[in-house]
């Protein structure tokens, strides 16, 4: 990857900032926009974890976010890779970059954190699972929702048999994206960068989610259309899935629900219905009243207390030597989902 800037000389500067405990763990960023801030917080005060280094192929913008973060701004991702300091190197550039930055990480030896979707390329994916595998070091793709109470919730009454055997999901992520979204910065809405459009960059996180809780489905049919952006991929996604001969379900995503709706999922058993809104449960309606608990009072996880619970379990995970919660290989599941629906999907509204 090219990346502009002058190599430092010699060994680079003691981090400035807190001291760092015995044990720590230090985090690298590569990339320092939207979603580097988010990781920056949620790091901050995180037991056993601090922000170590940023880089970023723009070095005013590394600097200034090194400044705001007390941490070191480097030139180059190679330089990162040589700081004994660093131990898990998280890759927040654009999703077509993951598995380059992911893989160059873990052949330096790192443990790897890479933003979702894992890459927008499968086998660009799959270099970066192998390759973390034969470096012996952790690969955790970030998929926050997850950790949200409601998602658990409906989680353990799939696991556990109480909602019966899934038979009808219905999964909705209306939002809405101005075209200054897309004008503000050159990756987004581009096949090669963003990988495709709403259902890529909003719609992946869904997408995990359908996977986690019910298995990988089958995409039945798809329609994908640009209606409302001056974009080369969808802000328009609507799929048809299977879960065997067991259950059907729909995923929508959009870019063009002005001015952005919660999100849904709605989940029907043979024994009861559980709807999330925005992550929380607004319907938990179990046939015969009969379930394991309460749904949890509390609300949903919002930035950076998503990225901060699940950035705690990945630091959990790489003491303790365990599979990290969110892997390389789900990662991979939810990314050919996403291709599944491009690559089944009629394009434009007039496509037949
Ligand atoms: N989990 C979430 O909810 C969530 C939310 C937003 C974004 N994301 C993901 O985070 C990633 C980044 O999105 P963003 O919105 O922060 O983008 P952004 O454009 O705001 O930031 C990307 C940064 O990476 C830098 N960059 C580009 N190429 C680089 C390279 N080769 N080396 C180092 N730096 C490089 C850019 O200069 C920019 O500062 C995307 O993959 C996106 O899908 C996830």
Not at 48 to 74: C, P
Not at 158 to 184: E, F
Not at 276 to 295: F, H, M, N, R, T
Not at 313 to 339: M, N, T, Y
Request: aromatic share 4%; hydrophobic share 45%.
């Amino acid at each position: 990857m090219a990346q502009p800037g002058p190599r430092p000389r010699g060994r680079l500067p003691r981090v400035p900032g807190q001291a760092g405990g015995p044990g720590e763990l230090g985090f690298g960023l590569v990339g320092c926009g939207v979603i580097a801030q988010t990781f920056a917080l949620a790091l901050r005060g995180l037991e056993g974890a601090r922000l170590v280094a940023v880089t970023d192929t723009n070095a005013a913008v590394a600097q200034r976010f090194a400044t705001e973060h007390e941490a070191l701004a480097v030139p180059r991702l190679d330089d990162m890779l040589s700081m004994a300091e660093v131990d898990v190197v998280c890759a927040c550039v654009p999703s077509g970059l993951h598995a380059e930055v992911g893989l160059a990480a873990a052949r330096a030896g790192k443990h790897v954190v890479v933003e979702k979707p894992i890459d927008v390329d499968l086998a660009a994916a799959h270099r970066l699972v192998e390759g973390a595998r034969s470096a012996g070091v952790a690969l955790a793709v970030i998929s926050q929702e997850r950790y949200n109470p409601g998602v658990r919730r409906l989680k353990s009454l799939l696991d556990s048999g109480a909602l019966g055997t899934p038979v009808l999901v219905a999964a909705s992520v209306p939002w809405y994206r101005p075209q200054s979204y897309y004008d503000s910065a050159a990756w987004r809405g581009t096949w090669a960068l963003d990988g495709g459009g709403a259902f890529m960059n909003q719609g992946v996180h869904y997408a995990d989610l359908l996977v986690w809780l019910l298995g990988a489905p089958e995409v039945v049919a798809a329609r994908c259309a640009t209606l409302a952006h001056d974009i080369e991929v969808e802000d328009v996604a609507l799929a048809i899935l299977r879960w065997g001969d067991r259950a059907l379900g729909t995923l929508e995503v959009t870019t063009v629900a002005y001015p952005g709706l919660p999100r849904r999922l709605r989940v029907s058993g043979t024994k009861g219905t559980v709807e999330l809104e925005d992550e929380v449960v607004v319907v938990e309606a179990l046939a015969g009243g009969g379930q394991g608990g309460q749904p949890e009072a509390a609300g949903r996880l919002g930035m950076p207390a998503g990225h901060r619970a699940q950035l705690a379990e990945v630091v959990a995970a790489i003491r303790e030597g365990r599979e990290q919660p969110v892997s390389g290989e789900d990662g991979c599941h939810a990314l050919e989902l996403v291709l599944g629906v491009y690559a089944t999907a009629r394009w434009g509204p007039a496509a037949r």
